[in-house]
């Protein structure tokens, strides 16, 4: 991979500077050039990567390097800090709806991202942490997506709400939200068709349903083999919904998963959860630290300097 | 038909900005290869190539600089005269790629385009693990009104596709089009149950021309690069489809694949409609990454 030697390269660029204790401008220039490199290789967006290596650079010039780290440690501790900032460090939990009424989630995003998927896996960690989830079939444009909807709410004995794909999302949300108290669910998740950022009708079914329905919290799915056009959907899909948080799926793949960083960037909203395969089980809790290190391929690196 | 306007800026917006051609824009330039995807190593390499054109011909507008790039994209995305002649002869289309980037919407789409073509045709459901992955394929075939096989859900893939070939055979169908089961490809156990599919293809139908197609969400970034390179592994890819164009993102990792990998788009996926699929155009497609 283009940048498993991150650290390696940056032994290079400092290798041959004696440790001068300090750190010049153009020792940090050429190792912010790798840096920069790096996170476009992992599909950081480009303006991301610009605002981000500014920063750095700005810290790190003239920075006094500490006794126990080298220059090269130096640095990559400082790009680690500002990737961590950037990310986040913390945890970000879901929020129920406190007093009465069901907490509703809703789940948007591109087509394929994993909404139907993440729909069913996150109903099926609630319920073993109690809850009475219900899920909702909104999709109905995509053939078969209620079916799919079906057979995963089956797997996991959660019960799907469907009203067939002849009555429009917002009155089957409606309806559901009825048979939802008939039935005491406390918990209301509703899978949405997968549609583009740009697609004035679908972005308008979706005002619509959150205008009307008021769920707790719009989660965006977001692929994380996404390329520089992540910022872009998730700018789009947060001006026009307002996303609470965000779920990034597929990164058992071998991914860098940039489009992490940038969709926070860009919308400043927590990342819940990482899908983490295929089974309805793989669903974990996000945790931004660890994602910073896989951005930049050198999560060994950084134990070490944790360490020193 | 319909076009790709994007709303991001292209690289025609940063050509315009500038009155010479200096180091700034060159940097101007290579970022907006970098926001269509094509990859840091790829966008530098073909504005190497461009910067030593520019000193041989010794061009000094900018606008020039757009002509000599688009000749050179154009160049690394020209297909071969026999990349559709698998259409004139009776063959069989294995449909590959990670999950969700449109596999099984491209197979409705193709199925289409070959009954309308008065051809007959055979789809082959062999997703039978995803959720509802036959129903959504069986839908497809009623849209484009050809016939399917299909097992059990959870049955052996390489079952379905024995029995569908053996159809095919029976039916005497001119193509025969197999749905896989999306998976990503550092998942080795999946990457060997595919690599068997193809085998059975092989072995039990050696006289249909074979054509392996894998299919690319063109929202995607670098990874797809990975993505081909682990699939050529276990098939031998005869072309590309890259879905969902008439998104924002531009696909320019096809032209890091093509460069480094030799495999060519066929198809790009322009909608979720039936219709909505057309033979790869490099000059549109070139085209269209230079619009903003
Ligand atoms: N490997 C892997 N696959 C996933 C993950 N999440 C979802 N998928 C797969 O991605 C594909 C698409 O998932 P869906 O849940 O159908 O996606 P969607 O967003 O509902 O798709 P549309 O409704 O068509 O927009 C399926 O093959 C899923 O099995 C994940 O975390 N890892
Ligand atoms: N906008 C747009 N959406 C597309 C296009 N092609 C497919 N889709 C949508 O993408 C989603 C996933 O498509 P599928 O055909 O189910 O993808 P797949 O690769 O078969 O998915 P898995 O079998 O789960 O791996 C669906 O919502 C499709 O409608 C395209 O060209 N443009
Ligand atoms: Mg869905
Ligand atoms: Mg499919």
């Not at chain 1, 939200?177 to 997968?194: F, V």
């Not at chain 2, 790869?280 to 619009?291: D, M, R, S, T, Y």
């Amino acid at each position: 991979m283009a940048f498993e030697s991150l650290s390696d390269k940056f032994q290079n660029i400092f290798n041959n500077l004696k440790k001068k204790g300090k750190l010049s401008e153009a020792d940090v220039k050429a190792a912010m050039r790798e840096v920069k490199m790096a996170l476009l290789e992992a599909d950081v967006n480009f303006k991301v990567v610009k605002d981000f290596v500014n920063a750095v650079k700005e810290r790190a010039i003239g920075d006094e390097v500490m006794e126990s780290l080298t220059p090269g440690q130096h640095v990559i501790k400082i790009v680690n800090e500002e990737m961590v900032a950037l990310m986040g460090s913390d945890e970000s939990e879901l929020t129920f709806t406190t007093g009465g009424g069901p907490t509703i989630y809703m789940m948007v995003g591109l087509q394929g991202a994993g909404k139907t998927t993440t729909s069913a896996k996150l109903a099926g960690l609630l319920k073993k942490k109690g809850k009475k989830p219900l899920l909702v079939a909104c999709d109905i444009y995509r053939p078969a997506a209620i079916k799919q909807l079906q057979v995963v709410g089956e797997q996991l004995s959660i019960p799907v709400f469907s009203m067939g794909n002849q009555n429009k999302p917002i009155d089957i949300a409606k309806a559901a939200l009825e048979h939802g108290s008939k039935n005491h669910h406390d918990l209301i998740i509703l899978d949405t068709a997968g549609r583009l950022h740009i697609d004035e009708t679908m972005m308008d079914e979706l005002i619509e349903l959150k205008e009307v329905i008021k769920p707790k919290e719009t989660l965006l799915v977001v692929d994380a083999m996404t390329g520089q056009d992540a910022v872009h959907v998730a700018e789009l899909f947060n001006e026009k919904i307002g996303v609470d948080g965000v779920i990034l799926t597929k990164l058992d793949g071998d991914t860098r998963g940039g489009a992490a960083l940038s969709v926070k960037a860009v919308t400043q909203k927590p990342i819940k959860f990482a899908g983490m395969g295929e089974k309805l089980s793989d669903l974990e809790v996000f945790y931004p630290e660890r994602m910073a290190s896989r951005i930049l391929g050198m999560g060994d690196v950084l134990t070490l300097i944790e360490k020193a | 038909t319909k076009t790709r306007d994007n709303i991001l800026g292209g690289v025609d917006q940063v050509l315009s900005g500038f009155s010479s051609i200096d180091e700034d824009f060159y940097e101007e330039l290579e970022e907006a290869l970098i926001m269509a995807d094509f990859g840091v190593h790829t966008a530098l390499r073909i504005l190497s190539d461009i910067k030593v054109k520019v000193k041989e011909q010794h061009i000094k507008d900018p606008m020039e600089v757009k002509n000599l790039l688009k000749e050179e994209l154009m160049e690394i995305m020209h297909l071969s005269d026999d990349a559709y002649i698998f259409e004139e002869k009776k063959s069989v289309i294995l449909i590959i790629g990670v999950n969700g980037v449109g596999k099984t919407t491209t197979i409705g789409k193709l199925a289409m385009r070959y009954k309308a073509q008065g051809k007959k045709v055979v789809l082959a459901a062999a997703d039978t693990f995803r959720a509802a992955a036959i129903e959504q394929l069986t839908e497809w075939s009623n849209r484009a009104n050809v016939d399917i096989v299909a097992g059990q859900a959870n049955s052996d893939p390489g079952a379905v596709v024995y029995d569908a070939v053996f159809a095919a055979k029976a039916r005497k169908a001119d193509m025969l089009i197999c749905d896989t089961a999306g998976r990503l490809h550092n998942k080795k156990n999946l990457m060997d149950e595919l690599g068997k599919i193809n085998k059975i293809i092989d072995r039990e139908y050696p006289e249909a021309h074979k054509e392996v197609l894998l299919v690319l969400d063109s929202t995607t970034g670098q990874n797809a690069l990975q993505q081909a390179k682990q699939f050529k592994e276990v098939a031998n890819i005869t072309g590309i489809v890259l879905t969902k164009l008439d998104g924002t993102a531009k696909g320019g990792i096809a032209i890091a694949i093509q460069s480094e990998l030799n495999l060519s788009v066929k198809f790009i996926g322009v909608g979720e409609g039936i219709d909505d699929l057309q033979d790869f155009n490099p000059e549109e497609f070139v085209e269209a990454l230079f619009k903003q």
